[in-house]
């Protein structure tokens, strides 16, 4: 599950350096893969906690990481949803080619 989901955040940055139209839509779609994945991860340890009956300390180790993530995914969804560079950058109407953005000139 992490392989595709870390293949998939490599094609969404790609997308989003070739500023592709549907780039932060895909972003977006990582960015819930993320989010998915944590809560697979939390409650398998949930249940790997409860099955070798672990101390309080592994449940503040297993709360950790889904927690970064949970932050790192609201501060990026919403920079994607309300940034308006991000909606001047991505518009569908006027897909912009990275070739029109800066002439080359031999």
């Known amino acids: 599950m992490r392989a595709v989901?870390?293949?998939?955040?490599?094609?969404?940055?790609?997308?989003?350096?070739?500023?592709?139209?549907?780039a932060p839509a895909v972003a977006k779609k990582y960015l819930v893969g993320i989010v998915v994945q944590q809560l697979v991860l939390l409650l398998v340890g949930f249940w790997l906690v409860q099955k070798v009956k672990a101390g309080p300390g592994s449940l503040e180790d297993l709360l950790k990481e889904p927690l970064r993530a949970l932050l790192y995914v609201v501060i990026w969804y919403s920079y994607f949803v309300k940034s308006a560079r991000v909606a001047a950058t991505y518009r569908p109407d006027e897909a912009i080619q990275p070739d029109k953005v800066l002439p080359v000139t031999l």
């Open 5 to 22: 989901l870390v293949c998939f955040g490599i094609y969404a940055g790609i997308q989003l350096a070739r500023i592709k139209p549907q």
